[in-house]
Each structure stands twice: as C-alpha cells, then as structure tokens.
C-alpha cells in the first residue's frame, strides 16, 4: 500500500476522536522553526496542544527566505510575538558537507543544485546563526528569538545561550 | 512566563516517557510537506509513529526552493522515496493576496518583501500546483507524490484527485 493510503486509512481514526475546531489565529502566539527529522513530534516534545502554535519546518531547521516569508505572515497576518528554534543532535546535515551533497545530486540526476544543501558541523553554533539572522531580518514585527537542541537519544531539549 | 520557558518545562514530562531513540532514515521512506497552520498535530492527524516521516512545514505548505532543497536532502541523504502533501480548509494565505500582505508589511515595517506571500483562493488548485512543481524539479529521485486537504473543523483528510 502506498504511504498515503497507510495515512488516508489512520486518519478516520483522528477524526472520530477529533477535538473539535480551534481559531487560525495560534492560542500561544508562538511559532517553531524546527528540523524536519522524523523524530521529532514537536506537538509531544513541546508539550503543544492543537491550536497553540505555528509549526515551520525544513532540513536543519535553519532560516531561509521561505522561513522569513512563513513567519513574515506568521506575525502580521496571524498575530504571533515569540519564535523558538529546535536544532537536534544527530542531523542528517552534519553528515555532509555542501559540495559533498552538489557532487551527489549531480552524479545521480545530470543537475548540479543552484542552492546550497546548508550542511553545518557545530549544532550550538547553527542555532546561534539562525537566531543571527533572525534578528536581522526587517520584516518581523518581533525579533524576540529563542533555541534549543533536542537530543533524540534522550527526548530532553536543551536551550542555547 | 515566556512560551519557549513552557515548552522547556513541558519537555521534562516527555522525557520522561520517551520511547528510545530511532534511525535517521524515516522507516516510511515518506516525506511530508503541510502548511505551518497550528491546527493541525500531523503525527496523530496521518497516524505516524516517531521516526517515520520527514516533515516539512511552511505557510501554505507550497513548494519553494527551500521546499525541493529539503526534499532533495530527503531522498538524496536519507533514503525517502514518497511525498504527500497536506494543505487544509481556512488558511490564512486565502485571506490575502500577495499585493495586499506586501502593502500591509511594508506600512507596519517600511520595508517592502522582495519575495511574495504566495497567497491562494482554490486550496485544491494550490495543491495541483504544488503537484505540477514537484513533478517538473529535476533534483529529485522519486516524483511520486500525492496531495490532500485537511479539513480544520472536521479533522478529516481528502485526497485531491
């Protein structure tokens, strides 16, 4: 069975204990940028009820155009003022290194990338980038910026001063 | 109380229930891409387990370049081989148009994106197109991939044929 199948088939599950309707607007006017790694179930990890708040998520977790546009109207469309980061331990991203993950794409496609994969070496360090740039962006209405490491060996999340 | 001291405190009870540590490689060979919205806990809305499913989230859930990096990432480095996309009922990018939300950034901020919102009025429009962009990327190994709605008030998932 395809893996969307598998998902259209839990998903009656969810909707027969579904708990009702909750407003577009996040209860906690907070938004998370975190890595897409399978490990982490942020709603669990952060203790987020449905409703609370905005989830962005890429590989590595780190800040790019599109996570500038995302809480861009995540604050003046949507209302949220906080912004928390979750990097993680064991990142698929520290396992390459950008012209590394180039040559790999383009041996298996033909096509070289014009953008780079952001591979990064020191976890702390990549948070302390990401709040950077958060900060600089002029787009937000709130700079106030957070972040954390989420060890997945431990399920414990770790603030980086 | 600021939210990110919540959720560090929040996070101690899931430590200590935490079901052990996972493999890197998503065991679904599966990658979603869903909007940002805070209605919507996609491990209990498709029934995924911790470590099944790479999750990439963003406002509309549409397909940027940040998108296709991270999926690239997805199947290149970790052996993904499945997309599935998850837009919903009630989004705030159906609110606004990208003229609009640029006029109201630029008044509250003085500086005008560069980047559009990528507002929508047809959410099953919205995910044909992000169908037709994931097609046409020629980074990708694997072009499978499916796209649904998630309806908010009801917790029920269609797929959009």
Do not use: E
């Given at each position: 069975m395809a893996e969307i199948d598998r998902m259209l088939e839990a998903n009656q599950q969810w909707a027969k204990e579904f708990p009702g309707s909750k407003p577009v607007r996040p209860a906690r006017k907070v938004a998370v940028v975190a890595c897409?790694?399978?490990?982490?179930p942020l709603f669990g990890v952060l203790g987020l009820e449905v409703g609370d708040a905005h989830v962005i998520r890429n590989a590595g977790g780190v800040i790019t155009e599109d996570v500038i546009r995302s809480l861009t109207i995540s604050q003046h469309a949507l209302g949220t003022r906080e912004i928390v980061l979750v990097h993680h331990t064991e990142?698929?991203?520290?396992?390459?290194d950008d012209v590394s993950f180039a040559d790999t794409v383009e041996q298996a496609t033909g096509r070289r990338p014009?953008?780079?994969?952001?591979a990064f070496t020191d976890v702390d360090q990549d948070v302390r980038e990401s709040i950077r740039l958060i900060r600089e962006?002029?787009?937000?209405?709130?700079?106030e910026v957070r972040g954390t490491v989420y060890d997945v060996t431990t399920g414990r999340l770790r603030e980086v001063s």
């Open positions: 897409m790694d399978a490990r982490i990142c698929g991203l520290q396992t390459t014009p953008w780079a994969a952001r962006s002029p787009y937000l209405l709130s700079h």
